[in-house]
């Protein structure tokens, strides 16, 4: 979404929903010759590009592309005519070192099931537990954690990101009664990215395991990851309600983060590595533990 916005700021022209398609079509329909040009603009393609996924992401179609035709339609029905150009000017919670390990104070520890344990392997959900035998990834036999109780207990996992929309000197601003809501309603095919929105300002709230930020190196090398365990651990599982969020940003994954994953068999939360699932075109994304 940060990127769709940065190309809608940086081309000359203002961004127009296309006709109703595919999500693919429709964005990519949007774009002037110098936003396909752009890097940020392949990661918007990439992201549209995961339909193909099908049965890991079988609901993928009907959540984000689906929706976005719908939007596209709705949008061109409503004749609003055109959208305000976005500029980031304030980011809040910004994710860091000193930030993680405050956080991690506060949050509940749950048993770890390392990505390579293969059904048998003894594991340890801490370093005084006695060894339990694991049949397999995310199974009853392994206890929950005492810290259960506490599942509820949410920590910050967004960054929230103030823009200044308008419209530029001679551009056709008149079926637009205010800018921001404007934006908001040019936003509106991606779902629960606006926060708040009035006269010039939009505040927008990315969850931390969708951003892209590479790390080199990777955890727990001295990275400057904020995201490293053992002072963070995305609550994917935790984030809504369970069984929360599965995927993220594959760079989520290259660096060696963890996430909490939901056991239905037992309804307990469990720590876990993100892990990259790409597709036969290779295009990845981090998924939370195993399928």
Known sequence: VADVTALQAATAAPAQPAAAGSASTAVAGAAPAAAQEDPRWLNVKNVLALQSFGGSLPRFREC???????????????????????KRVEV???????GSQQLSKLRPRFPYIPSG??????????????????????????????????ADIQLPVETNVIYDVGFRDGEDASKCLDPAMCAAQCAAGLPGFVLAASGTRVSTDPIYWTAPDFY????????TDPWCPVDYVHPMSRHNFPPGDIYGDPNRARAGEHCTRWNSANNAHYEVDLQLECDSTNICLARCGPL
């Open 64 to 86: 984000l592309t689906d929706r976005w035709s719908r939007w596209s339609e709705f949008f061109a029905q409503r004749q609003i005519g055109t959208c305000p150009h976005w």
């Open 92 to 98: 809040i919670g910004q994710p860091s070192k000193a």
């Open 117 to 150: 344990l293969k059904p048998g392997e003894m594991l340890r959900v801490g370093p005084d537990a006695p060894a339990q035998r694991m049949p397999a990834p995310l199974d009853p036999a392994v206890k929950p954690s005492a810290d259960e109780r506490f």
């Open 216 to 223: 080199n190196p990777a955890c727990p090398n001295n990275s």
